[in-house]
Antibody
């Protein structure tokens, strides 16, 4: 059974940092692109970042470029999101998702971890 | 940048009725559209990809159609568990969602 479990969310002040983790199991992690997608309270879905299988090619939304870094450890079946210079508007539930095809479809999602940025 | 516009924002229906949700792209995206269902407090679930392919384990009452700029998700006969918010996606862009409510 495919499972994705996020952790690392919490309350942080504006300008602070957090590192999110996503532990994967039930599939060959190193064979898949992975994504982070977020959802602000009461709002829709927003794509944040993608990472290819080997961890070399990364894509970011303009809203997080230069502040967030996506990475992975294939030996530990884990995905990460380092978030620096956090802003109030980064407050959201952050989901990791397994990506299928070249068109960024997320076929499995974690339960999400809440990041709250306070001023 | 492609913009996806979903309509209606809210769809009020009863169990057993047919639901038709629309997603319009600001430019042609061929058939590269996915649909997700999200229930309150849960993660999104992939229903349809490439406009009309059902994801693993998705019931046959869910179907997708369209190409170019106009796409449709149809739920042939609503079950109580189908009342949720539905999002379309094209690459890194999501629509704003359609809430299907009783």
């Amino acid at each position: 059974e495919v499972q994705l479990v996020e952790s690392g969310g919490g309350l942080v002040q504006t300008g602070g940092s957090l590192r999110l983790s996503c532990a994967a199991s039930g599939f060959t992690f190193s064979n898949y692109w992975m994504s982070w997608v977020r959802q602000a309270p009461g709002k829709g879905l927003e794509w944040v970042a993608n990472l290819e299988e080997n961890g070399n090619y990364k894509q970011y939304a303009d809203s997080v470029k230069g502040r967030f870094t996506i990475s992975r450890d294939n030996a530990k079946d884990s995905l990460f999101l380092q978030m620096n210079s956090l802003r109030v508007e980064d407050t959201a539930v952050y989901y990791c998702a397994r990506v299928i095809t070249a068109h960024d479809y997320g076929d499995y999602w974690g339960q999400g971890t809440l990041v709250t940025v306070s001023s | 940048e492609i913009v996806l516009t979903q309509s209606p924002a809210t769809l009020s229906l009863s169990p057993g009725e047919r639901a038709t949700l629309s997603c319009r792209a600001s430019q042609s995206v061929s058939t590269y559209v996915a649909w997700y269902q999200q229930k309150r407090g849960q993660a999104p679930r992939l229903l349809i990809y490439d406009a009309s392919s059902r994801a693993t384990g998705i019931p046959a009452r869910f179907s997708g159609s369209g190409s170019g700029t106009d796409f449709t998700l149809t739920i042939s006969s609503l079950e109580p568990e189908d009342f949720a918010v539905y999002y379309c996606q094209q690459a890194k862009t999501f629509g704003q969602g359609t809430k299907v409510e009783i």
